[in-house]
C-alpha cells in the first residue's frame, strides 16, 4: 500500500486536498476492503500504536466506524464521550487532548459542535513538538472529511469496482439536496467533488442555500451550480446526496413547515424520474425518515446506497488511520 509518498500529518480539511491524496486514499480503502471480505479481517499495521477517539458530540457511525478502523489495524483505542468526562468538572479541551497525550495517544479523532477545535488541538500538538496527529471527526458547519472520502470511495467503487479513481467522476452529475447551509458534509463534499471534475448542484431553500456558496466552486475541475427548486437540479442527475434538516444548528425559523419542505425537497421515487435511469442515493446518516427523503426510497436497495456508505466507512477510515499512522512506527 503506498505510504512513502504520503505526507500530510493532520487530517482536517479536504479544501487542499490533492488529486494524489484522493487517489491514494480511495486505492488504500480498496485493499483495506478486500482485507475486510477475508475470515480473518485484522492486519497488524497500527500494533503498539495508540488511537483515542474524543467525541465532544454526539455520534454513532464516526465513532463506531473509527473504533472499528483501528481495531481491524491492531491499533489500541480510546474512546471519549465528553458527557462522562471531566469536561463536565470544568476540564478545558487542550487539557483533554493533553491528558490522552500523556498516556501515548498517537492518533486523535476529535468530533467537536464548534468549528477550528481539531485545528486548534493540532496547532498546539505541533507546538509540543509531538509526532501526534488529528483526524477531524466533524466540526461544527466546518467540514467532516471522512464522510465525504467515505461517499467518494462509494460513487467510485461502484463506477469501476477494482479500481476506484476520481477520474470516474469527470462529468459526472451529483446533486447535494438539503440543509446545505449547516452541513459540514455538505462542505467537505464541495471540495471532493469538484476536485473530482464532478458537476455539483446544490439544491435548498434560499434560507438553506445562501448565494456565497458560489464561491466554493470557483477555480475547481468541476463546476458548482445552485438550485433554489429541486426539479431543474435532479434533471439527468447520476448520483442524489440527501442531508439531514440540522434542526441543533438552526438559530431561527428557516423554513415554514416540515410537511412543505418535503414536498419540495425530499427525495422520492417519484422525483427520481428525472434523473437517470440508473440514479443512485446516498445520505451520510442519520436519517429524518419522511423528511428529506422518504422512507421507502431510502430502504429501497435498488436506489439507496446509504447501507453501503456505512460499510465503506471502515474501510476508508481504516485507509486514513494507516495512511497518517504508518510512518510513526
Ligand atoms: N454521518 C455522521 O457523521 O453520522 P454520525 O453523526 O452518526 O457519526
Known amino acids: 500500500m503506498p505510504t512513502n509518498t504520503w505526507t500530510r500529518h493532520h487530517i482536517l480539511s479536504l479544501?487542499?486536498?490533492t488529486a494524489f491524496e484522493?487517489?491514494?486514499?480511495l486505492q488504500t480503502a480498496a485493499s483495506f476492503q478486500e482485507v475486510l471480505?477475508?475470515?480473518?479481517?485484522?492486519?497488524?499495521?497500527?500494533q503498539g500504536q495508540v488511537v483515542a477517539n474524543l467525541f465532544f458530540e454526539p455520534s454513532t457511525r464516526t465513532r463506531s466506524s473509527f473504533e472499528l478502523a483501528a481495531k481491524r489495524l491492531s491499533a489500541d483505542t480510546l474512546t471519549f464521550t465528553s458527557a462522562t468526562s471531566s469536561i463536565t468538572k470544568g476540564e478545558t479541551i487542550l487539557d483533554t487532548a493533553k491528558t490522552y497525550l500523556a498516556m501515548g495517544t498517537d492518533i486523535m479523532v476529535?468530533?467537536?459542535?464548534?468549528?477550528?477545535?481539531?485545528?486548534?488541538?493540532?496547532?498546539?500538538?505541533?507546538r509540543l513538538g509531538v509526532r501526534v496527529s488529528v483526524l477531524n471527526a466533524g466540526d461544527g458547519q466546518h467540514e467532516h472529511p471522512s464522510q465525504a472520502l467515505l461517499d467518494l470511495f462509494t460513487i467510485c467503487t461502484l463506477l469501476d469496482p477494482n479500481y476506484p479513481q476520481i477520474e470516474l467522476l469527470k462529468n459526472k452529475k451529483i446533486v447535494i439536496v438539503g440543509d446545505i447551509l449547516h452541513s459540514r458534509v455538505a462542505r467537505s463534499n464541495i471540495w471532493s467533488l469538484t476536485a473530482s471534475g464532478a458537476q455539483v448542484h446544490l439544491a435548498a431553500p434560499p434560507t438553506l442555500l445562501p448565494k456565497l456558496f458560489?464561491?466554493?466552486?470557483?477555480d475547481r475541475p468541476g463546476k458548482l451550480f445552485l438550485h433554489w427548486e429541486l426539479e431543474p437540479a435532479l434533471q439527468d442527475?447520476?448520483?442524489?446526496m440527501t442531508l439531514r434538516l440540522q434542526k441543533e444548528r438552526m438559530t431561527a425559523n428557516l423554513l415554514p413547515s416540515l410537511r412543505e419542505y418535503h414536498q419540495l425537497f425530499g427525495v422520492t421515487h417519484s422525483k427520481l424520474k428525472l434523473c437517470q435511469p440508473n440514479v443512485k442515493v446516498l445520505h451520510?446518516?442519520?436519517?429524518?425518515?419522511?423528511?428529506?427523503?422518504?422512507?421507502?426510497?431510502?430502504?429501497?436497495p435498488e436506489f439507496s446506497l446509504i447501507q453501503t456508505q456505512i460499510t465503506s466507512g471502515v474501510a476508508v477510515r481504516m485507509a486514513l488511520l494507516y495512511l497518517i499512522g504508518s510512518g510513526k512506527v
Open 15 to 17: 479544501a487542499d486536498f
Open 22 to 25: 484522493y487517489d491514494t486514499v
Open 37 to 46: 471480505s477475508r475470515r480473518t479481517k485484522k492486519v497488524p499495521t497500527l
Open 110 to 126: 476529535i468530533r467537536h459542535r464548534e468549528a477550528g477545535v481539531p485545528s486548534a488541538i493540532a496547532q498546539e500538538m505541533d
Open 214 to 218: 458560489a464561491d466554493y466552486g470557483e
Open 237 to 240: 442527475a447520476d448520483f442524489v
Open 284 to 300: 451520510p446518516g442519520p436519517v429524518n425518515r419522511g423528511v428529506e427523503i422518504s422512507s421507502e426510497l431510502m430502504d429501497d
